[in-house]
């Protein structure tokens, strides 16, 4: 049988679009204890930079990622909001403005892309030239004049997920491509609202059907780097799977997604740990970044 999209990018449903554009958009309420940066002055605002997919604090980001930057000092008017549009969209990329309400972003000493900007919370678009090490990030007003900083660890890879419930944690944010018996495809989402916890929880996914091939389709940031997809492992359950693509997911920017052909299965656990692993990654970050899926 012919199947109309193996390991290439399979576009979705407008739904799907949806919900990862509003993943990677929605501000998240997170706070934890960090260290100030020994660039930044005593009055200066600090800056606590993370992944915008795992939040996880003093992680290294990737160049070219989205990262949620985090304030311990209003920037702008408490409960303003002001997002980032395309600075020119008769090109067919998104082009993020580097100033909003007279502020800038530098991370390494270079202009970062604004998704949207608040009080306390910034996410942005790491520049795709930096290099390795750590470094400052700064917000500058129209001046020049420094009004937050803190310091940013870059690294070559550093892939996260982005999650339904938009915290790092539980099921992803990502769907499915069922490819029936007859041929035909039908859009399937690998999550559900819990109307109790009112969070989204792995939706079971039917394997069993050997007449069937089923493809799950995952979102993530910081994979920029990833070269080949043959290097890369995804991890469920203990059971080790190459994906069939890692790339750019089309039509967003800092974005990448994971195509994969999930095997036939009989007896399926009902609920599994995933992980992404890939030859750049040291030991440290190759399974720093998790989440929860399930089947049956």
């Not at 990018?9 to 998240?28: D, E, F, K, Q």
């Not at 800056?47 to 795992?54: E, G, K, L």
């Not at 492992?233 to 997911?249: K, M, N, Q, S, T």
Request: charged content about 20%; some cysteine.
């Amino acid at each position: 049988m012919d199947l109309p999209l193996p390991s290439r990018r399979p576009a979705g449903n407008r739904l799907s679009r949806c919900l990862v554009l509003l993943v990677v958009l929605m501000a998240a309420a997170l706070g934890w204890d960090g260290r100030q940066s020994p660039r930044a002055a005593q009055t200066l605002i600090r800056i606590f930079p993370v992944s915008a997919a795992c939040f996880a604090p003093q992680t290294p980001m990737a160049p070219g990622s989205i990262a949620a930057i985090f304030l311990d000092g209003d920037v702008v008017a408490p409960g303003a909001v002001v997002i980032g549009n395309d600075t020119n969209p008769s090109t067919p990329e998104i082009e993020l403005p580097t100033l909003l309400q007279n502020l800038s972003c530098e991370v390494h000493g270079r202009l970062a892309g604004i998704f949207f900007l608040s009080a306390r919370q910034w996410n942005i678009l790491l520049p795709v030239d930096l290099q390795p090490g750590v470094g400052p990030i700064v917000i500058r007003d129209a001046t020049g004049l420094i009004r937050a900083a803190g310091e940013i660890e870059i690294t070559r890879v550093s892939p996260s997920i982005f999650t339904a419930n938009v915290n790092g944690e539980g099921a992803p944010a990502a769907f499915l491509i069922r490819v029936l018996g007859n041929g035909q495809q039908r859009i399937e989402q690998a999550a559900e609202l819990d109307p109790t916890s009112q969070r989204f929880a792995p939706k079971p996914i039917d394997l069993e059907r050997g007449d069937e091939l089923v493809f799950l389709i995952l979102y993530l940031t910081g994979g920029r780097g990833i070269i080949d997809a043959s290097e890369t492992r995804i991890l469920i359950g203990g059971a080790e799977y190459i994906p069939d693509f890692v790339g750019p997911a089309p039509g967003f920017v800092g974005l990448e997604q994971i195509n994969m052909r999930l095997p036939h299965c009989q007896e399926c656990q009902r609920r599994s740990e995933f992980s992404i692993q890939n030859a750049d990654l040291d030991e440290r970050d190759s399974a720093k970044d998790r989440g929860s899926g399930g089947w049956e």
